[in-house]
């Protein structure tokens, strides 16, 4: 399997070159994103010739090591079975079909917890349905989005999968069994579906649930059901070849003409509504957010400073661009924008374009009638997904719950140790912490503290559970891992050290 390490994240000096009439607000901001960007970003540091963390002098890094993969330093991806693993039985307690609702990755994040709960129940999955997304409005399928065969094959000594539940022969007559239909409780523990789910199956013989996300506990004490989830999540969901073909087409593209970044840019309707982040808008465009938000979130009393102090606003692309300015990236840094339709539309977006002209989408960088026909709705998540994959460097611009993003960051952590950079919305704002006097001074000084290099931490002999990082002097669980990057705990569990395997 492919090696991989932890993710470090790092800071250069700014480029030159302004923002035209940047406002003394944003000039502070600025100062505040470098001392952020400093300590809070991670990112896991080329290994040492030792293997081990080197709390020696630390040099500036350049922006070379954020283009490169980190060393994974023995540490490599495991989610195969183990020995004592068993086959699915020969017969099962009956049929299990489910809803997953929601966009593109909160569906493969419930995929990944049928294909589970069919395990624990004994049970024989029926090919999960994928909600036809009230936002997208795609009704793709399954089928339309992933390699069926591919998914069915790969996990054949997990679990029983079948496109749809038979018919029965009873007393000479074809006869269809009938799901009955629960609706898990959130975050459900296994116990759920070893009592009320199987009861409920073995009456029936077979059960439909739904909605279906977010429906089995994330933090299950049994690492052989983690590595399942895992094998199901990097394995076995494989979108359909004119996807993948497509994708790969995008990126080579797009390397042809060297390194390039992709940015997950929340700042669509539906993103700013649910976060209560108005005040930065028009009176007309206040009025659409706020109408939006009542006929779609429940009601709640939000106040953007509030909300805004505590990093629930997502970035704007302003902020974005002053963000990579200060980390040394300059105009010739080529960009891949994953993002819906932008609010606000192109008055946002300027600024950004006046200091990185080289943006890129789906449909700029290969603007025929062929991609633009396949690159629709739920469809274009995936070619997103994809390039965002197989980029050099990867940057979420908000610092909350995002399904795409936190599915990448475990993904990316996978397959590769490539670069993500992932700003802290909260401590962005908080310009006290340092003493506000010219940026690039401040830049020259602060740059390079051991503060800014986490390292990777040699795991514990015979455990794979072991995982642990480096930040600021202090050694780091899994757990805690999973707070400063939401990362799901089960996309942790992947990993193991190379010595430590049974």
Known sequence: MRRQGLQQRQHAKPAG????????MIGRLLIAVVVVLICTISLVVTSTSNGGARSGSRSKMSLDELWRSADSVGWR????????WPPPPSETNG???????????????AICNAVLAARIMNATLVLPELDANSFWHDDSGFRGIYDVEHFMKSLRYD??????????RKNGKTKKIKAVQLRPPRDAPITWYTTDALVKMKEHGAIYLTPFSHRLAEEIDNP????????VNYHALRFKTNIMNLSQSIVDKLRAQGHFMSIHLRFEMDMLAFAGCFDIFNPKEQEILKKYRTENFAPKKL????????????????EVSLILRAMGFNNSTRIYLAAGDLFGGERFMKPFRALFPHLENHSSVDPSDELAENTQGLLGSAVDYMVCLLSDIFMPTYDGPSNFANNLL?????????????????????????????????LKKLLGKPCSRPTLAAPTSGSHLSLSIRILGQNVSAKLLHRIWHINVHQIMCWKFLTAVE
């Open 224 to 231: 052989e059901y983690q590595r399942l989830r895992c094998r």
């Open 95 to 109: 049929y299990l079909r489910v809803r997953c609702n929601g966009g593109l990755n909160q569906q493969r994040t």
């Open 159 to 168: 679990v029983k999968i079948v496109e749809k539940i038979p018919e029965i």
């Open 303 to 318: 106040i953007y400073k509030e909300r805004r102090a505590i990093g629930k606003c997502p970035l704007t692309p302003e």
């Open 77 to 84: 991806p495991s989610s195969a079975p183990r020995s004592d």
């Open 17 to 24: 070159g302004g923002v035209g009439g940047v406002k003394g």
């Open 410 to 442: 475990g993904h990316r952590l996978y397959y590769g140790f490539r670069t993500t950079i992932r700003p802290t919305g909260k401590l962005l704002l908080q310009s006290s912490l340092i003493e506000r006097r010219d940026g690039q001074q401040v």
